[in-house]
């Protein structure tokens, strides 16, 4: 299960910390997603990038931050967080983001997050 | 846009018994639908998925059906073991897209000894 790591594994920060969360996929994909993953809640997508150009923006708030500086590695820099935002954090991959609407789906493989809890 | 629902959210079995776990979503347009597994503390990991070309998809003990006329969407694992106990997710593809999935909120399954 080393195919999307993600560190740390765990974090607890304060509300005006600044930190880092840091996504790597060895699986060769171009496709990148960040989700959050509340008690209750369905998985929520937050930014996807496809060959290190971001494509979706979910109405995530901008004390979000992400960075994909390659195909590989993905970034989510946190700045003055709310308690509400304690979460776990899933990073993901997928091959790429192929064809037009209603072409092929690849499929999204997770990391296995990084509990996040706003203090 | 999608809205996927989930049911139950929390299903208990004896081992060897089968368990079923239903969803429906609203965007017609939706062609892709996959499950997800995510065991306590682990990554949620895909178990079988299904395009809407299909009615039934089957992997070993674990098989899914799809009535896109309804809607809806159910995971079926028959002589259930417990280490499948885990929660799942059910999620479609919107409309349109090639990425953005829409989860359930999940079913907590717990196969009893």
């Known amino acids: 299960e080393t195919g999307v790591t993600q560190t740390p594994r765990h974090l607890v920060m304060g509300m005006t910390n600044k930190k880092s969360l840091k996504c790597e996929q060895h699986?060769?994909?171009?496709?990148m997603y960040w989700y959050k993953q509340s008690a209750k809640k369905p998985l929520e997508l937050m930014f996807v990038?496809?060959?290190?150009?971001?494509?979706e923006n979910n109405s995530v708030p901008s004390r979000f931050s992400p960075e994909c500086p390659n195909s590989s590695h993905l970034f989510l820099h946190l700045h003055t967080l709310q308690p509400e935002d304690s979460a776990l954090y899933l990073c993901?991959?997928?091959?790429?983001?192929?064809?037009?609407?209603?072409?092929?789906?690849?499929?999204?493989?997770f990391g296995p997050g990084t509990r996040l809890l706003v203090l | 846009g999608e809205n996927v629902e989930q049911h139950p959210s929390t299903l208990s079995v004896q081992e060897g018994d089968s368990a079923v776990i239903k969803c429906t979503y609203s965007?017609?347009?939706?062609?892709?639908f996959p499950w997800y597994k995510q065991e306590l503390g682990k990554r949620p990991q895909l178990i079988i998925d299904?395009?809407?070309?299909?009615g039934e998809k089957k992997d070993q003990r674990i098989a899914v059906t799809l009535n896109k006329t309804a809607k809806h969407f159910s995971l079926h694992i028959t002589e259930t073991q417990p280490e499948d106990s885990a929660v799942y997710f059910c999620?479609?593809?919107?409309?349109?897209?090639?990425?953005?999935?829409?989860f359930g909120k999940g079913t907590l399954l717990t196969v009893n000894p």
């Open positions: 699986l060769g994909h171009n496709a």
């Open positions: 965007d017609s347009a939706s062609n892709y």
């Open positions: 299904i395009r809407s070309n299909v």
């Open positions: 999620a479609a593809l919107a409309g349109g897209s090639n990425y953005k999935l829409t």
């Open positions: 993901a991959s997928s091959e790429t983001l192929t064809g037009t609407s209603g072409g092929a789906v690849e499929t999204q493989y």
């Open positions: 990038y496809n060959f290190k150009e971001q494509t």
